[in-house]
């Protein structure tokens, strides 16, 4: 049973372009979590997405960032017209249920570089 | 609302010598509390979780965790280390009935001969 799966792992933009990272959760989990890990420290909530839903985007920043769980494919998170202080580790994580415990699976990260 | 704050951002210790990663949180309702594992480059792996029940929990790779509800602290605890537990831990919490995970801002214990 594979995990979650990101990709890709690592990505590098320049001030200006679009950045595209993906999340394919586990099997069995209709429900996906995005975080943002800034340098030095921890995890931030971004949003919260059920297939087709966003339940949850209280963490995601006002403007250029946006995520979508479609019924088929993956879960993306798109940022426009990236910046320098978007450098950092975004993780994906999946959960099976949408009540109860929270507990989730989190892929491996995608590391976005600005340069 | 929920914060947490892990109170050490660094713990050296030796191997074989026991350690505590100290975590205390807030909240006004009641709450399930989680510890993860992040090694180097690496998504973080689930160390253990509270939900209800016995209030000392144990997890994975020999580490164990304490509730105190009247204290709101969740500290992580070994009796042992190793140099493979090296690697950086967070603790986590999230409100019954929610689904978001707020985390502390880690702690990174390092792990010395």
């Known amino acids: 049973n594979a995990g979650v799966m990101q990709n890709p792992r690592h990505l590098v933009r320049r001030r200006g372009q679009e950045a595209r990272l993906r999340c394919s959760p586990m099997?069995?989990?209709?429900?996906v979590y995005w975080y943002r890990q800034l340098p030095e420290e921890g995890l931030k909530f971004m949003v919260y997405l059920q297939k087709e839903n966003i339940i949850d985007e209280s963490g995601m920043p006002k403007e250029r960032f946006s995520a979508e769980f479609p019924k088929e494919g993956p879960s993306i998170l798109r940022i426009q017209q990236v910046v320098r202080g978007d450098s950092a580790a975004y993780f994906c994580?999946?959960?099976?249920?949408?009540?109860?415990?929270?507990?989730?699976?989190f892929g491996q990260g995608t590391r976005l570089t600005v340069v | 609302a929920q914060s947490v704050t892990q109170l050490d951002s660094q713990v050296p210790v030796f191997e074989e010598a026991p350690v505590e990663l100290r975590c205390n949180y807030s909240?006004?309702?009641?709450?399930?509390l989680f510890w993860y594992v992040q090694y180097p480059n690496q998504g973080l792996q689930l160390l253990l979780k509270y939900l209800s029940g016995s209030t000392l929990v144990k997890g994975i790779n020999g580490f164990e965790a304490e509730f105190n509800k009247s204290q709101t602290s969740f500290h992580l605890r070994k009796p042992s280390v190793h140099i493979s537990d090296t690697a950086e831990y967070f603790c986590?919490?999230?409100?019954?009935?929610?689904?978001?995970?707020?985390f502390g801002q880690g702690t990174r214990l390092t792990i010395n001969p």
């Open positions: 099997k069995g989990h209709s429900h």
């Open positions: 994580a999946s959960s099976p249920t949408g009540t109860g415990s929270p507990e989730a699976f």
């Open positions: 909240s006004s309702v009641s709450v399930y």
């Open positions: 986590a919490v999230s409100a019954q009935g929610a689904q978001k995970l707020v």
